[in-house]
T-cell receptor, first 109, second 116 residues
Framework: RKEVEQDPGPFNVPEGATVAFNCTYSNSASQSFFWYRQDCRKEPKLLMSVYSSGNEDGRFTAQLNRASQYISLLIRDSKLSDSATYLCVVKFIDYKLSFGAGTTVTVRA | DTAVSQTPKYLVTQMGNDKSIKCEQNLGHDTMYWYKQDSKKFLKIMFSYNNKELIINETVPNRFSPKSPDKAHLNLHINSLELGDSAVYFC???????????????FGEGSRLTVL
């Protein structure tokens, strides 16, 4: 079983729609959680951290469910510029980040 | 100024050849990494160095040898290239191991290696 699993998508949504997707992780001792964004043929960049109580950053909301071992990302009022692959990242031990294979989101006009 | 720069961006070579990819960061970070992203977009860590000391060495063939001459540089040398080595190799850096609390890694633009 992979350490971090994501639905690859793609999620095709119209502008202005809300899209949400999850990521599951296998190690219950995981410490920290993050979402990265990767545009086509570009490098990954940190989008936001995921806190235990859930957190928002503008139109983006991240949630953590430790009991069920998943994190989620919700994007409200989707923009064309939100089209990207969203990578779920989990820190299992102090010095290693494990990346999921990503969920692709395509926002259409 | 590019924060994490790696060269070359594209590399096309024959099986059996030896090649190197160089990486430099000007962020003053103490930790650097090599990640491999295959055709399925799975980003897998290969090596991590902290203050020039090897911290992570995942199950990577011996044909791959990292070298960190100083904190700002981490190079990757690959011997006897195989078809399966074709991938995008990303260099990254962070302040502290795995970015400590921020989890923020700064990636280079990637080096796309194609082995024919």
């Amino acid at each position: 079983r992979k350490e971090v699993e994501q639905d690859p998508g793609p999620f095709n949504v119209p502008e202005g729609a809300t899209v949400a997707f999850n990521c599951t992780y296998s190690n219950s001792a995981s410490q920290s959680f993050f979402w990265y964004r990767q545009d086509c043929r570009k490098e990954p960049k940190l989008l936001m951290s995921v806190y235990s109580s859930g957190n928002e950053d503008g139109r983006f909301t991240a949630q953590l469910n430790r009991a069920s071992q998943y994190i989620s990302l919700l994007i409200r009022d989707s923009k064309l510029s939100d089209s990207a692959t969203y990578l779920c990242v989990v820190k299992f031990i102090d010095y290693k980040l494990s990346f999921g294979a990503g969920t692709t989101v395509t926002v259409r006009a | 100024d590019t924060a994490v720069s790696q060269t070359p961006k594209y590399l096309v070579t024959q099986m059996g050849n030896d090649k190197s990819i160089k990486c430099e960061q000007n962020l003053g970070h103490d930790t650097m990494y090599w990640y491999k992203q295959d055709s399925k977009k799975f980003l897998k860590i290969m090596f991590s160095y902290n203050n020039k000391e090897l911290i992570i060495n995942e199950t990577v063939p011996n044909r791959f040898s990292p070298k960190s001459p100083d904190k700002a540089h981490l190079n990757l040398h690959i011997n006897s290239l195989e078809l399966g080595d074709s991938a995008v190799y990303f260099c990254a850096s962070s302040q502290g191991l795995a970015g400590v609390n921020t989890g923020e890694l700064f990636f280079g633009e990637g080096s796309r290696l194609t082995v024919l």
